[in-house]
C-alpha cells in the first residue's frame, strides 16, 4: 500500500525566513506523482506545487519548491520568504499512476505558524 | 461561481437521522471523489467514481453511500449518521489531462453530528 508520512504536526518560522517541510512516501510503483496542498483556517484546499516522478528537476512555484530526493523517497516542500499568510496546514500527497488508480493519498497534516 | 460546489456548507444532524452531502462541478471532469478530514488524520477516501456507471469504494467507505446522478454530480449519503461520523468532508475532482495538478477541491462540508 502506498503511504505517506508528515512527520512534524507543527512548525514555527520567523516571518520572512525559510521554512522546510517534511514529506517522505513509500511506493514500489516507478510511476507516481507527488503534491503539496495549502489549507488554511477556512478549510479550502489549494494546490501548491506538483513533482513527477520522471522530472529530472526540482519543481517550482513562486516562493514554493520542491526538494525531491528520490533515493531517499523524500518531497520536502521549502517555502522561501515566509509571510504571515503562509499560516495554515500543509498536505503532502502523492498519486499512483496505473490503470485506473488516478487516487490521492495524503499525509497527516502540518501546521505551520509563521511569527511577525 | 466555484468549479466545485458543496452543499451544504455546514449541517449539524441528529444521531440515527438520514443525511445527505452534495457535489456538483462545472469542470467537465470525469472521475469525482470524496473524502473526509480528520483533526490530525489528513484526508481519506471515502468513495471515487470515474464515471457515472463506475462506483469505488475507498478507504473508509463504511456507514456511507454515493450516487452519481450525472458527470457533475456526485452525493455522498449517511444512512444513519453516528456521532463519529462528524468531519470534514470535501468533494474533488479530476481528469487525465489535469494530473499534474492533483484535484479541484470543492469548500468542503462541515457535519456535526449529535
Known amino acids: 500500500a502506498q503511504k505517506i508520512t508528515q512527520t512534524q504536526p507543527g512548525m514555527f518560522v520567523q516571518e520572512k525566513e525559510a521554512v522546510t517541510l517534511d514529506c517522505t512516501y513509500d511506493?514500489?510503483?516507478?510511476?507516481?506523482?507527488l503534491f503539496w496542498y495549502k489549507q488554511p483556517s477556512s478549510g479550502e484546499m489549494i494546490f501548491l506545487i506538483y513533482q513527477g516522478s520522471y522530472d529530472q528537476q526540482n519543481a517550482t512555484e513562486g516562493r514554493y519548491s520542491l526538494n525531491f530526493q528520490k533515493a531517499r523517497k523524500s518531497a520536502n516542500l521549502v517555502i522561501s520568504a515566509s509571510q504571515l499568510g503562509d499560516s495554515a496546514m500543509y498536505f503532502c500527497?502523492?498519486?499512483?499512476?496505473?490503470?485506473?488508480?488516478?487516487?490521492?493519498?495524503f499525509g497527516k497534516g502540518t501546521k505551520l505558524s509563521v511569527i511577525p | 461561481d466555484a468549479d466545485v460546489t458543496q452543499t451544504p456548507r455546514n449541517r449539524i444532524t441528529k444521531t440515527g437521522k438520514r443525511i445527505m452531502l452534495e457535489c456538483s462541478q462545472t469542470k467537465g471532469h470525469d472521475r469525482m471523489y470524496w473524502y473526509r478530514q480528520d483533526p490530525g488524520l489528513g484526508l481519506r477516501l471515502i468513495y471515487y467514481s470515474f464515471d457515472v456507471k463506475d462506483i469505488n469504494k475507498g478507504e473508509i467507505s463504511d456507514g456511507y453511500s454515493v450516487s452519481r446522478q450525472a458527470q457533475a454530480k456526485f452525493s455522498l449519503s449517511l444512512e444513519s449518521a453516528i456521532p463519529n461520523q462528524t468531519a470534514l468532508y470535501f468533494c474533488?475532482?479530476?481528469?487525465?489531462?489535469?494530473?499534474?495538478?492533483?484535484?479541484?477541491f470543492g469548500s468542503g462540508t462541515r457535519l456535526t453530528v449529535v
Open positions: 511506493t514500489s510503483d516507478p510511476s507516481y506523482g
Open positions: 474533488a475532482t479530476s481528469d487525465r489531462a489535469g494530473e499534474n495538478y492533483g484535484y479541484t
Open positions: 500527497a502523492m498519486r499512483i499512476s496505473g490503470a485506473g488508480s488516478y487516487q490521492l493519498t
